[in-house]
């Protein structure tokens, strides 16, 4: 095939093992909790309490383990579940694995409950795991925790055996024992506001901003220009001054100009200049009148100038 996958890539990344363990307890613990559960998206108005754990789950068929979830509020989420089905997007729909769903319920049992994992298997969106056998990838599906969590009776007295409890360690995971709390009371805003810890703590400190937090360009903001140069607001009257003080002289020069001396020696000037013009227009006909004459006698020869030409 064409570009095949690399045996080189780095497809899984090491984790310590404790790491995984202590992973899989918060998880664990995070199932048991109601806001997280439901803000998973999950639909557990009327499920009594949590963890959930059954004792009976009918005679081992899928027809009676629906009744049973049922009895527990658990059905709101299996319709959620089957009504979630839809094709999956793009090219992986030709892979195999053409629809996706929801992730439902996840049952948690133990060794002797082999005939629930065969009539749960049939359920859309409910999968099963062994409580020796725990996988962080069910429990937090991906990497949300709070997954809708149902165990058996077996499966969660086997958790103390599993993790251990606060008195001793896991009795099968060698060397592990539970997180221990750090905080007693975990109401942060409560010590947080309280005298004691209020009474160590320095005053609030503040500054003062040279400029606004949107930055304003003193070219043409007339506020923070000031505020950058004192002397910009005295520049603008200065400026403002001259202009007027220009328009002025200029009006007075314009209002001189169209008084009415100004306005004969004008038509003087203009009369005079048409005098000449219309003089030069009469001796330039007279020479060509001249030249006309000159060449009906056969007395001009072009190129040569006579003394009356000149």
Same mark, same amino acid.
């Given at each position: 095939m064409f570009a095949p996958l690399k045996i080189w890539r780095r497809w899984h990344r090491k984790v310590n093992v404790t790491q995984r363990r202590h992973a899989v307890a918060a998880a664990l613990a995070a199932s048991a909790v109601t806001p997280l559960v439901m803000a998973r998206g999950h639909l557990v108005q009327n499920v009594p309490e949590f963890p959930l754990v059954i004792n009976? !789950?009918?005679?081992?068929? &899928?027809?009676?383990?629906?009744?049973?979830? =049922?009895? %527990?509020?658990? $059905?709101?989420?299996?319709?959620?579940?089957?009504?979630?089905?839809?094709?999956?997007? =793009?090219?992986?729909?030709?892979?195999n694995a053409r629809y996706v769903l929801r992730k439902g319920p996840l049952i948690i049992h133990d060794e002797a409950d082999d005939k629930l994992k065969r009539a749960a298997r049939n359920l859309p969106g409910v999968d099963t795991c062994n409580v020796h056998r725990l996988n962080i990838?069910?429990?937090?599906?991906?990497?949300?925790?709070? /997954? !809708?969590? *149902? !165990? &058996?009776?077996?499966? %969660? /007295?086997?958790?103390?055996?599993? !993790?251990? &409890?606060?008195r001793y360690s896991s009795l099968e995971k060698g060397g592990y024992h539970l997180n221990? &709390? *750090?905080?007693?009371c975990a109401d942060l805003a409560r010590i947080i506001n309280?005298?004691?810890?209020?009474?160590?703590?320095?005053?609030? /400190?503040t500054n003062m901003r040279t400029h606004d937090k949107t930055k304003k360009n003193p070219l043409t903001n007339s506020a923070i220009r000031n505020r950058l140069n004192p002397f910009a607001a005295k520049q603008r009257e200065l400026a403002?001054?001259?202009?007027?003080?220009?328009?002025t002289v200029r009006q007075a020069m314009l209002k001189a100009k169209r008084t009415k001396a100004v306005k004969a020696? %004008?038509?003087t000037r203009t009369a005079r200049y048409m $005098?000449?013009?219309?003089?030069?227009?009469?001796?330039?006909?007279?020479?060509?009148?001249? *030249?006309?004459?000159?060449?009906?006698?056969?007395n001009y020869v072009p190129g040569e100038t006579s003394e009356d030409d000149e």
């Open positions: 009976n !789950f009918g005679d081992g068929t &899928t027809k009676s383990l629906i009744a049973t979830l =049922g009895s %527990f509020g658990v $059905a709101d989420d299996l319709n959620k579940v089957r009504k979630s089905r839809h094709a999956r997007a =793009g090219q992986g729909k030709l892979r990838l069910q429990l937090a599906p991906g990497g949300h925790l709070g /997954r !809708f969590v *149902i !165990f &058996t009776e077996g499966g %969660f /007295r086997a958790l103390n055996r599993v !993790f251990g &409890t606060n221990r &709390t *750090i905080m007693t309280s005298d004691q810890v209020q009474s160590k703590l320095r005053e609030q /400190r403002k001054a001259a202009d007027d003080k220009r328009h020696g %004008f038509k $005098a000449l013009h219309n003089d030069l227009q009469t001796s330039y006909k007279e020479a060509e009148d001249i *030249i006309e004459e000159e060449e009906r006698q056969g």
